[in-house]
């Protein structure tokens, strides 16, 4: 997203006059003109597959999309964790740390579950089971010394110089005309027929509806306004 649409974007807002929300509409319609259009139908580098696909390939093999993992889940895929044997006074040692741990646990060999920011929460595991938190009796280092922050973000992509993103909103644009995705008939998909006197509408939009070209353009009317109201 960073280097291929973000850096295509620019604030047109003072050149054009136009208000934040209509920016805000426009900017929206970009991003959803090159989401479905260009990077659903590229190939992915780390799943060797496009996300299209792979959305695909998740509902039929589970039945439904891929399923949102939870806090918890996140977190510990997260945490590190370093192998330590336990002292006769049932204490463990971590790059210069000392902690209690359950007097059960002297002379095995122990894992120990942390972050690498904070090495005074320390979760103590043997043999797959909790033994809870070692307690911290002599802390001389509060963080992992192979533990680095962020990284700063690497310089952006210069810009194509063309309407790139542009010419993708009209593409997509096309296509969805093309494929009919709203009709007029989606409404009676049931199996009802339409109210016999009752007329398509122009250019596959019901009536009251605005679209978003609408409200960037803002070709709406106090007719329009007044029927949608």
Do not use: C
Request: proline share 7%; no cysteine; hydrophobic share 40%.
């Amino acid at each position: 997203m960073r280097e291929q649409f973000l850096v295509e974007v620019t604030d047109t807002t003072a050149e054009q006059g136009s208000s934040p929300a209509a920016a805000l509409l426009q900017l929206n319609a970009l991003f959803t003109a090159w989401v479905e259009s260009v990077y659903h139908h590229r190939v992915h580098s780390e799943t060797a597959q496009t996300p299209l696909r792979r959305w695909d390939d998740g509902w039929q093999a589970a039945g439904h999309g891929p399923a949102m993992a939870s806090a918890d889940a996140l977190t510990e895929a997260f945490l590190w964790s370093q192998w330590r044997v336990v002292t006769k006074t049932a204490t463990v040692s971590l790059h210069g740390n000392t902690y209690q741990v359950e007097p059960a646990l002297a002379g095995r060999k122990v894992e120990l579950v942390f972050s690498p920011f904070n090495l005074e929460v320390i979760t103590v595991r043997y043999q797959d089971a909790d033994y809870g938190r070692a307690v911290p009796h002599r802390i001389t280092r509060h963080a992992h010394p192979k533990a680095r922050p962020e990284t700063p973000e690497p310089a952006p992509a210069p810009a194509t110089g063309i309407a790139y993103l542009q010419l993708v909103a009209d593409a997509h644009h096309q296509q969805i005309a093309a494929e009919e995705r709203i009709g007029f008939h989606a409404l009676y998909s049931t199996g009802q027929s339409p109210p016999p006197d009752s007329e398509p509408p122009q250019g596959g939009q019901l009536a009251g509806q605005l679209s978003i070209d609408d409200a960037v353009n803002g070709d709406v009317t106090e007719q329009d306004a007044q029927a949608r109201a």
